[in-house]
């Protein structure tokens, strides 16, 4: 990718981890809402995704973007994330299919699909169980976050039909810098970490592809969540695994 990658959300968990891995590979335009706190030596552009003018401005130039804004928390009311989640993605995409962006990477969640685990769990946190979700499966978001999330994965579905712009969804586990969640089933089994998470969105700005959905894990021994479709469309690698720690 020659041309700018747009970031957004990049002052957030997600994008620091991607910068602190491949922050020097690529020429980076970051946006967030909130001011970057320590110096990124990037351009840096303080702008909220629902504002069109802003994004139309902050798109010139750019050849790929990762679409990380957003409310992240499971628990978000629905005036947060239609606003930010769904309205934001949606001003976010307008703005890449008119500047002829080639590249869309959109952070989803393992949100969008929880309640396969209801009648499953907690078998199917366990190594043992052999049940896998691959990306090919309808959303079951467990909680309107979830519902927003799997909304932003339709959008990209039709941005990309409509426009023919390249779209891969991730749908991130759970991001833990460090070590995987202690004394937490669900989070070990869903755990990506920051290298490999850096090396994934690496994965997303240099392989070709048409419309996908993958699984944003490690390659943790625990897993309900297929890491193969990643592997074959993204040709990603990860190095880490859950089992590797003590709980
Ligand atoms: N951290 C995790 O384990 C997971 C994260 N995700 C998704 O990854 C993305 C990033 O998550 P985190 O880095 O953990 O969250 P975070 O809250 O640390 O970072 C999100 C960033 O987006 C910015 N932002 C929020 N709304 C915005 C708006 N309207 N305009 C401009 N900037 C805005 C915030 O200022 C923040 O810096 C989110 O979309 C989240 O849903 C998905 C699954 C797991
Ligand atoms: O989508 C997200 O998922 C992770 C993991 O979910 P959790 O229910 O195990 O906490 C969450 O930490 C993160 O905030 C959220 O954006």
Known sequence: MDDQVLLTGASGRVGRAILAGIGDDYEWRL??????VEDLDHEFVVADITDE????EA??????VIHLAGDPRPDAPWDSVLTNNIDGTRTVFEAAVDAGVEKFAFASSNHAVKHYETERRPDLYRVSDEFRLDGTEQPRPGNLYGVSKATGEILGRYYHDEYGISVVNVRIGNLTKGHPPRGY??????WLSHRDCAHLFDRTLQAEYDYETVYG???NDRKYYSIERAREVLG???????????D
Do not use: F, H, K
């Not at 946006?31 to 970057?36: G, M």
């Not at 003018?53 to 139309?56: Q, S």
């Not at 798109?59 to 790929?64: D, I, L």
């Open 217 to 219: 894990i490690s390659d």
């Open 59 to 64: 798109m010139t130039g750019v050849g790929a």
């Open 185 to 190: 089933e669900r989070g070990q089994a869903m």
């Open 31 to 36: 946006l967030d809402r909130e001011p970057p």
């Open 236 to 246: 990603y690698d990860p190095q880490d695994n859950s089992a590797e720690y003590e």
């Open 53 to 56: 003018t802003a994004i139309r």
